[in-house]
């Protein structure tokens, strides 16, 4: 599905059902596009799931990468996360 205004925004969009563990979510990619007041073209694709809206565009800024020690701190976390505790009530 897209559209176009006479403004020049166009946007389009697909999307469907996906099952994400138990549950069923719709997963959607798409585009848009628009020129900003300064008369810069802006042009964004995305895909949005499970793990949230993730957009990308030449205009849009790159996190830094995440520090070595961070990285093996993280990737340590997921190995040895607790198990679940029990909750009495």
Known sequence: MGYETENGIAAQEQ???????????????GAFSYTAPDGTPIQV???????????????????????EAIQKSLEFNARN???????FF
């Open 45 to 67: 694709t995305y895909i949005a799931d499970e793990n949230g809206f993730q957009p990308q565009g030449a205009h849009l800024p790159i996190p830094p990468p995440i520090p």
């Open 81 to 87: 996360q607790a198990p679940p505790q029990r909750q």
């Open 15 to 29: 999307g469907r059902p996906r099952q994400v563990g138990p549950e069923l979510a719709v997963v959607a990619q």
